[in-house]
């Protein structure tokens, strides 16, 4: 009894007096006193209770989260800026996005396509993103400067190993550099918006010259090759963009399938509100045989691996199925184990093509689909219309913009890292 109630009160000291019993064990352990004394605590468990009760235990400290910054017009997003995110991301723990604002985009580059809110909407949608900073310069001042790395507590500022120019020739990251805290990353090859601007515009030339060969008039057909894309995927690529998970035994899997050409903020709202559906969303993407068989001859603008990509590095996307059928079937849904079938109501198709069958007349039958209010009036369509109604703008905005393209890739060298 007596020796419970010495345990009881050693046990007691050392919760309410932990350095006070930590030193006089310490000091019994020195002295090779008995252990048996102090209620069967044996020296050799000591350093266990003393990590527990924090006794000469030196706290533990979190190590620092690295934050990185990397900012962007981001304007006609596609896969190679998405790319650009996903090795940012990788060279810290938090990725801060700032969008240059629209004023800025006019008075360095010209007129953007994508209003500040759609161009937004797709930064914040890609699964690599942690913070947005709206209305970013287009170059780094060094008031922008401290107060990333004060207020944002910004420890790295990136960009690609392709030069940034302001109009007067200097580098727009130059103090970032000077500064110590710039770091730069590999460019994705064979797209830009510049690119699929000059796509749009190739197919309104396209458009106009097959209007005037029906009425008779004959003009030089441009090749098939200014339409090709100069994106040559890998499949180490797609790994780096797919979650590389699949669903759990009993989850609930969305199934949405679409062209999701010209990726956009309609498309992004569209697949966040179908991921809230279910517990898993499957994404079927059709081949570029399809989508011109249903869209038309020009269509799509973008070409079904550039495609993949771009609806890859959306966060709210699970997995993709690369060619997915246009019609919906039985076996289709027992293999992928799909609860619901949705499509949403803003969908485009050309009024040329024949009426053929429903796609969704088996999950109908199921009473597995569902029809999904798009939540923004936004089409491929409606934004190549942008470029087109103002394309002598854009015309020009390319024209400059090829120049010192045309001076990257006669420079360009290997850089490691992808």
Known sequence: ????SLNNWIWDGVYYHPHLF???????????????????????SLPYLWSDVGIFHKKKRGKK??????DGCFDLMHYGHANALRQAKALGDELVVGVVSDEEIIAN????????????????????????????????????????????????????DDPCLLPDGTDAYALAKKAGHYKQIKRTEGVSSTDIVGRILLLLKDT???????????HESITEAAHISQFLPTSRRIVQFSNGKGPGPNARIV???GAFDLFHAGHVEMLKRARQLGDFLLVGLHTDHTVSEHRGKYHPIMHLHERNLSVLACRYVDEVIIGAPWEISKDMITTFNISLVVHGTIAESNPLSPVGIDPYTVPKSMGIFRLLESPKNITTSS????????????????????????????????????
Not at 65 to 70: F, I, K, L, Q, T
Not at 404 to 416: I, P, Q
Request: without cysteine; charged residues 25%; glycine residues 8%.
């Open 65 to 70: 989260r690295v934050r990185v910054y990397m």
């Open 255 to 257: 199934y949405i399938d």
């Open 109 to 160: 580059k010209g007129p953007p396509v994508l209003t500040m809110e759609e161009r937004l909407a797709l930064v914040s949608g890609l699964k690599w993103v942690d913070e947005v900073i709206p209305n970013a310069p287009y170059a780094i001042t060094e008031q922008f400067m401290k107060s990333l790395f004060n207020e944002h507590k910004i420890d790295y500022i990136i960009h690609g």
């Open 208 to 218: 106009e010259r097959n209007d005037s060969s029906l009425n008779g008039e004959h």
């Open 383 to 418: 934004i190549a219309q942008r470029i087109v109604a103002n394309h002598e703008a854009y015309m020009k905005r390319n024209a400059k913009k090829a120049e010192s393209e045309r001076k990257y890739y006669a420079e360009k060298k290997y850089v490691s890292g992808d």
């Open 1 to 4: 009894m007596e020796h419970e």
């Open 22 to 44: 930590g030193g006089l064990m310490l000091t019994a352990a020195l002295l090779g006193l008995s252990t048996s004394y102090f209620g069967g605590i044996g020296v050799l």
